[in-house]
């Protein structure tokens, strides 16, 4: 399906993104979460309301409904980011109530365009602490880091809380003079979960010059125990690396995520990677037997030269957003529609029933760790060395 390209001039970029960052902060944070969800009771009075929002969804009986959300960027204004944050509202809106997910899964750094493409250091400026400690806010016992969250946190703990959502949070991070590609767990009562998952792997291609803008994460792999489950996330260039998933099927995930941006290689567009990039996940949840969700992007970013007319570069992300069962088969693919900047596919998970099957396959039985040591070489010399 064809959408109009959008296209992005770097400083203008970098505005527009603080004029949104200025007008979503013009109401105090906490006051606002107050406000929209209604929230006037304690934290426990919170932990029995909320077990009322999962009670009418799939996760009262053991399952729950997993959603994978694919978004373009074409039909918004160019070098703005102003309609990224209302599509990605929509898209939460359309999983929970129409599509009755109790998780949802946006793609990575879903708050703009993919800004990697080259080497820009006025967006470093896009990044953002997760908390500012000049909004105060009563959720002290879901802080990560103190203070309070930032605007697009708050805006997804209002979502994740209004719809009874569990909702991880693609963003990138400021913490200090360190900058990061990282998620932020949200759990269905608006909640932000301890922890933070900081990307471990960081690519650096053409088109894909993320070293640039990230540190690797030092954070390890990440497992949160959900309203739902437990879920575990990795972001875009770590679905390829195995052990990054049998790190988090070892913690216990009952899914695994991947929020991603991936799409041409602008060296040479000829290059196809969407049916790798589908079986190297799909092995994943095979070798693991963990159900896989991959969210995408979809359409084509056109990055501009300084005179802000001419094209420097484009990427064309391809989507195909996808879900697997435990077993690696895909059960739903993403396409988007005519004139829909939105698509949205949903699977059931039955995490007991997965781990019943798991155990009785031995995977997880018959690891050998101590074998694995030439794991941790780069080169496959003697790890005792």
Same mark, same amino acid.
């Given at each position: 399906?064809?959408?109009?390209?959008?296209?992005?001039?770097?400083?203008?970029?970098?505005?527009?993104?603080?004029?949104?960052?200025?007008?979503?902060?013009?109401?105090?944070?906490?006051?606002?979460?107050?406000?929209?969800?209604?929230?006037?009771?304690?934290?426990?009075?919170?932990?029995?309301?909320?077990?009322?929002?999962?009670?009418?969804?799939? /996760?009262?009986?053991?399952?729950?409904?997993? &959603?994978?959300?694919?978004?373009?960027?074409?039909?918004? !204004? %160019?070098? $703005? *980011?102003?309609?990224?944050?209302?599509?990605?509202?929509?898209?939460?809106?359309?999983?929970?109530?129409?599509?009755?997910?109790?998780?949802?899964?946006?793609?990575?750094?879903?708050?703009?365009?993919?800004?990697?493409?080259?080497?820009?250091?006025?967006?470093?400026?896009?990044?953002?602490?997760?908390?500012?400690?000049?909004?105060?806010?009563?959720?002290?016992?879901?802080?990560?880091?103190?203070?309070?969250?930032?605007?697009?946190?708050?805006?997804?703990?209002?979502?994740?809380?209004?719809?009874?959502?569990?909702?991880?949070? /693609?963003?990138?991070?400021?913490?200090?003079? &360190?900058?990061?590609?990282?998620?932020?767990?949200?759990? !269905? %009562?608006? $909640? *932000?979960?301890?922890?933070?998952?900081?990307?471990?792997?960081?690519?650096?291609?053409?088109?894909?010059?993320?070293?640039?803008?990230?540190?690797?994460?030092?954070?390890?792999?990440?497992?949160?125990?959900?309203?739902?489950?437990?879920?575990?996330?990795?972001?875009?260039?770590?679905?390829?690396?195995?052990?990054?998933?049998?790190?988090?099927?070892?913690?216990?995930?009952?899914?695994?995520?991947?929020?991603?941006?991936?799409?041409?290689?602008?060296?040479?567009?000829?290059?196809?990677?969407?049916?790798?990039?589908?079986?190297?996940?799909?092995?994943?949840?095979?070798?693991?037997?963990?159900?896989?969700?991959?969210?995408?992007?979809?359409?084509?970013?056109?990055?501009?030269?300084?005179?802000?007319?001419?094209?420097?570069?484009?990427?064309?992300?391809?989507?195909?957003?996808?879900?697997?069962?435990?077993?690696?088969?895909?059960?739903?693919?993403?396409?988007?529609?005519?004139?829909?900047?939105?698509?949205?596919?949903?699977?059931?998970?039955?995490?007991?029933?997965?781990?019943?099957?798991?155990?009785?396959?031995?995977?997880?039985?018959?690891?050998?760790?101590?074998?694995?040591?030439?794991?941790?070489?780069?080169?496959?010399?003697?790890?005792?060395?």
């Amino acid at each position: 399906m064809s959408f109009p390209s959008y296209s992005y001039y770097p400083k203008r970029l970098l505005e527009s993104f603080r004029e949104l960052k200025s007008n979503e902060e013009k109401e105090p944070r906490a006051a606002s979460f107050s406000t929209e969800i209604g929230e006037t009771t304690s934290s426990s009075e919170r932990e029995t309301n909320n077990s009322s929002i999962n009670s009418s969804s799939s /996760s009262s009986n053991g399952k729950f409904m997993v &959603a994978a959300v694919q978004l373009t960027a074409g039909g918004l !204004a %160019d070098s $703005s *980011v102003m309609g990224f944050l209302e599509r990605a509202k929509e898209a939460v809106k359309i999983a929970a109530e129409e599509k009755k997910a109790d998780l949802v899964l946006l793609p990575e750094l879903f708050l703009g365009p993919y800004f990697c493409q080259s080497q820009e250091s006025c967006l470093l400026n896009l990044a953002m602490e997760i908390t500012d400690g000049d909004t105060q806010t009563t959720e002290s016992d879901d802080d990560v880091g103190g203070g309070g969250f930032n605007f697009l946190i708050q805006t997804m703990r209002v979502l994740a809380k209004k719809y009874g959502v569990v909702l991880p949070v /693609s963003l990138f991070e400021r913490k200090n003079n &360190a900058l990061y590609n990282t998620i932020v767990m949200i759990d !269905a %009562d608006g $909640s *932000v979960l301890p922890k933070t998952y900081r990307k471990s792997h960081i690519p650096d291609g053409s088109g894909y010059q993320e070293k640039f803008y990230f540190s690797p994460g030092d954070t390890g792999f990440r497992v949160w125990k959900t309203r739902i489950g437990k879920v575990g996330v990795a972001i875009c260039w770590d679905q390829w690396f195995p052990e990054a998933a049998r790190a988090m099927a070892i913690m216990g995930a009952d899914v695994i995520l991947y929020p991603t941006a991936i799409g041409s290689e602008p060296q040479d567009p000829t290059i196809d990677s969407s049916d790798h990039w589908q079986r190297v996940m799909q092995g994943h949840a095979a070798a693991n037997m963990v159900p896989v969700v991959a969210s995408n992007r979809y359409g084509t970013e056109i990055l501009l030269r300084k005179d802000g007319i001419t094209e420097q570069q484009r990427i064309t992300f391809y989507g195909r957003s996808f879900i697997t069962d435990e077993t690696g088969a895909k059960v739903a693919e993403a396409v988007m529609e005519e004139g829909n900047p939105i698509s949205v596919i949903t699977s059931s998970i039955d995490p007991e029933a997965n781990r019943s099957t798991r155990l009785a396959w031995g995977l997880f039985r018959d690891r050998r760790p101590e074998l694995y040591r030439i794991l941790q070489t780069k080169d496959g010399g003697d790890s005792t060395r």
